[in-house]
């Protein structure tokens, strides 16, 4: 059984920080690319951040460069968001989402998904 939790999220003043965690089961977590989207109210969904594997390799959206960092425990299942800086336009509903292959009689692409977490940026 998949699983994605996602938690850390909350109501922050802008300039303000915050850390989501998304711990996840049901899959080998070591091999999957873990990735963080958000959708602002009224707004497409949007690739926040991407890490590989290993975590040796990142990418992060333009609005977020700087700002956020990704990060995993592979030890923990678990991947990460640093948010600082944050700003009214981040407010979004933060969803972890992992990307993996396994072999069963043939390969297969996995893609699953947390529910999602509120974050709220607000004087």
């Known amino acids: 059984q998949v699983q994605l939790v996602e938690s850390g999220g909350g109501l922050v003043q802008p300039g303000g920080s915050l850390r989501l965690s998304c711990v996840a089961s049901?899959?080998?977590?070591?091999?999957?690319?873990m990735n963080w989207y958000r959708q602002p109210p009224g707004k497409e969904r949007e690739l926040v951040a991407t890490?590989?594997?290993?975590?040796?390799?990142?990418n992060y959206a333009d609005s977020v460069k700087g700002r956020f960092t990704i990060s995993r425990d592979n030890a923990k299942n678990t991947v990460y968001l640093q948010m600082t800086s944050l700003e009214s336009e981040d407010t979004a509903v933060y969803y972890c989402?992992?990307?993996?292959?396994?072999?069963?009689?043939?390969?297969?692409?996995?893609?699953?998904w947390g529910q999602g977490t509120q974050v709220t940026v607000s004087s």
């Open positions: 890490i590989t594997d290993t975590g040796a390799s990142t």
């Open positions: 049901g899959f080998t977590f070591s091999t999957a690319t």
């Open positions: 989402n992992a990307k993996w292959r396994e072999r069963g009689f043939w390969m297969r692409n996995y893609d699953s």
